[in-house]
């Protein structure tokens, strides 16, 4: 019998790739780079799976270009590079990787906050640089961490176990989402705040864990930030344009708030004009808040039993529009 053919848009875990070698014939994108599209595109016409990351987009011509194509198993739990009504449509399963990510992707966020509240990358400059004159009351001052109120915007898996870091350094925690959570606010004694504006005044840290939809895109804009408290860090690790990034080099230039630390920016790789890179009150990192061995190594072999299962015409474990199922049913 002939195998399904694959392709894997960049190298995975080797165990990943030996599960799906195992059953089907498997074409692996070997550049540190992703594809160009017109490669994308050639690599798709006889393919039944392609195992995608969030850099590749995955939209109507792509679909046109591969007619077998029985799955797009996506290496991440977000999956806006996806057109998924369009993939349901044409009875694609798309799978994603949730869970696995969710408390290294925490841990990170807390990172980033600690790191700008802190100032520990401009410390670091600072030290490389030679600055480091003598112990100064006034050198490098930033904000306290414990006992400071922490505004969580979309609480999913991510924002919870964010939360619950925040409780271990004595935080109030707020939240903000369109789903009240008793249970969890209860048990960790977090308080639900429905306005977001309102979580944005009272909060000294905003965490933003909210998937990118037409509905969040610049949910934190001019109006927003202006509600922040002067000494307030925003922390962004869910998707670049969930902020406004020129409103934010406003607010972060004119002292309107304190400062950011960014794990996601509104263009990916940020080029390099970027005036946001020209301020010291700023930290950005490139999308690697679940870039640890073990987390990667899990998506890997997640996308890998996704992929699998949809090229055997199964629903993925993990599948973000399960009503193909029903349609091949
Ligand atoms: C995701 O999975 O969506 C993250 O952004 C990358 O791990």
Known sequence: MTKPKVFVTRKIAQEALDTIGAIAEVEVWEDELPPPRDMLLKKVPDIDGLLSLLTDKIDATLMDAAPKLKIVSNMAVGYDNIDVSEATNRGIFVGNTPEVLTETTADFTFALLLAAARRVVEADVHTKKGKWKTWGPLVLLGHDIHNATLGIVGFGRIGAAVAKRAIGFNMQVLYYDKVRR?????????????????????????????????????????????????????????RGPVVDQKALYQALRSGRIFAAALDVTEIEPVPPDEPLLTLDNVIITPHIASASVTTRTKMASMAAANLIAGLRGEMPPQCVNPEVASRKG
């Open 182 to 238: 008793p249970d969890e606010e209860r048990e960790l004694g977090l308080e639900y705040v429905p306005d977001l504006i309102e979580l944005l005044a009272r909060a000294d840290f905003v965490t933003l864990h909210i998937a990118l939809t037409g509905e969040t895109h610049h949910l934190i804009g001019a109006a927003e930030l202006a509600a922040m408290k002067p000494t307030a860090i925003l922390v962004n690790t869910s």
